[in-house]
């Protein structure tokens, strides 16, 4: 009765040239597993090319550090730049006049030194009386805030002026802003960052 022979393991000799032809020859069945000849192990997989990760400039301990001021550093727009980004919902000339102060606002109110809660009611009474009554233009004050406090300049800035700040948010809300067609800061002749032309739509 003969007894199997154990198979024979390769040399290494033998596993290099086994490796070699396989490298050069053409797959019949791409997708099949590649076969490894018996007592080699498999060559171990290649791993894929990390991302380059973008250049950091060199920095020496002591030196200081180089910003680029010109794409500033704030989360969030500023308030002068939200208000000219909203759509434009009146006259591009009657417009362009009003920045200008070529304008006379109709009415005014100035809730400088109110409270919140004082100031939301005020100004929801003023814009509906002024544009029940059939005006178009309309000055709303606020004042520019506390001068004496410094801006926070943290990457979430708090804004100075509270009512400031509020206002345009409230002329947005209903009743209100359905009665108002456009928010815009003021001419200086008008009290400029410290109030609001206030465009009313025409009464119905």
Known sequence: MSSKRPPRRL????????????R???????????????????????????????????FRIGEAARYDHSKGHNLTPTLSARLAAEPLRMDHKTFNRMKRGKLRPERKIDL???????????????IISAQA??????????????????????PIPTPRGILRTQV?????????????????????SHGGSGAYYVYLSRRR
Do not use: Y
Request: glycine share 6%; with cysteine.
């Open 11 to 22: 040399s290494e000799d033998d596993i290099a040239i086994w490796r070699n032809v396989a």
């Open 24 to 58: 050069s020859a053409t797959p019949m069945h791409p997708r099949a597993k590649a076969v490894t000849p018996e007592g080699a192990r498999p060559e171990p997989a290649q791993p894929e090319p990390l991302p380059r990760s973008p250049a950091i400039p060199e």
């Open 168 to 188: 345009p948010q409230w002329l947005r809300m209903a009743p209100l802003g359905a009665l108002v067609l456009h928010v815009s800061q003021a001419h200086a």
């Open 112 to 126: 400088h030194g109110m409270t919140l809660a004082r100031a939301h009611p005020a100004l929801s009474r003023f």
């Open 133 to 154: 009554d059939g005006c178009r233009l309309v000055l709303v004050v606020t004042g520019k805030g506390n001068t004496q406090r410094r801006e926070d300049d943290g």
